[in-house]
């Protein structure tokens, strides 16, 4: 059985990846499971998606915990631990990065025994085909032919020039993979004596009128405390903040963090969602990611 699991942020087309690669692999004769993973209003936040493919009935269900192949779409997204990339990794399986470094310094910087690829970034807006193309040629048993129809069945609400280049894309990077088709190897079938348990994060849970309430006034979104979808924070060390506050404001996607008249940034974090852009973009490194429990302070719903 083949496992596979897409990694990316919300808006990327993670979710169209694995479908159109799991309708490839339905059209090539597999049975076939794929989902995402995500909460909602997640635009801009780590989200996941996997895909199972075997020739007889799928049993599994639930998140892939040991994939033969990671692919992930963005690759700030390696450092963040709460976005579980490298959950499950092992020697058997194959890693692929959209980055423009070499699988070298990827290597070093995991310090994987793994297989590393890397996906050139060729169309920042079109991560999720360029990955569902790739992931294809790495599997190595579906069709040029089937790839193409699985993205004309998935992309068929769309005008013809954007599945015109949607299919031009996925299949540039079908053929980037020439080199690696067929890496990917589906590994032995699990067994439940050795079922490794989910590596949960225990959050507090509000009671129910708090944590879940219902909401129907207008302009109402400063209500929504969507930081209680965090795991964890972007924490500023104003001793190195050079005060560039127009990077980290334009890059959150939800608009979290507030700018004083001195240009001194401050994360609002009732409504950061701990995509942790703010991180990767900030050019002095002044912002840290810190587990939401270690950072209770009084009165804050952590």
């Not at 990077?247 to 974090?269: E, F, L, M, R």
Request: net charge negative; hydrophobic share 40%; proline share 4%.
């Amino acid at each position: 059985m083949y496992r596979i699991r897409f990694h990316g942020r919300g808006g990327q087309g993670i979710k169209t990846a694995s479908r159109i690669l799991g309708t490839a692999f339905f059209l090539e004769g597999y049975e076939v499971q794929d989902a995402p993973r995500y909460g909602a209003e997640r635009r801009g936040a780590p989200i996941f998606a996997y895909v199972r493919a075997a020739k007889k009935p799928i049993l599994e269900r639930g998140v892939i915990q040991q994939p033969d192949l990671v692919i992930i779409a963005d690759e700030s997204l390696a450092s963040v631990a709460s976005a579980g990339t490298l959950i499950g990794i092992d020697s058997h399986c194959v890693l692929l990065i959209v980055s423009n470094e070499s699988a070298q310094t990827w290597q070093h910087r995991l310090n994987l025994g793994c297989k590393v690829i890397t996906l050139s970034k060729q169309a920042e807006n079109h991560a999720g085909v360029l990955c569902a193309g790739a992931a294809v040629r790495l599997a190595g048993v579906i069709s040029r032919q089937n790839l193409q129809s699985a993205i004309q069945q998935e992309l068929a609400d769309f005008d013809a020039s954007v599945v015109q280049i949607n299919t031009d894309l996925a299949l540039q990077a079908f053929d980037d993979m020439e080199e690696f088709e067929g890496s990917v190897k589906t590994a032995e079938e699990l067994s439940v004596e050795n079922y490794q348990k989910p590596q949960w994060i225990k959050l507090a849970f509000d009671a129910a009128h708090t944590a879940a309430p219902a909401i129907h006034a207008a302009a109402n979104s400063v209500q929504i405390k969507t930081g209680l979808w965090r795991s964890y924070r972007p924490v500023i060390d104003y001793q190195l903040c050079k005060h560039c506050w127009w990077v980290c404001s334009t890059y959150c996607p939800g608009g979290a963090i507030n700018v004083d008249a001195k240009g001194q940034p401050d994360v609002d974090y009732d409504h950061c969602k701990g995509c942790m852009i703010c991180v990767a973009q900030c050019p002095s490194h002044a912002i840290s990611i810190v587990p939401e429990q270690e950072n209770k302070t009084a009165g804050e719903t952590p």
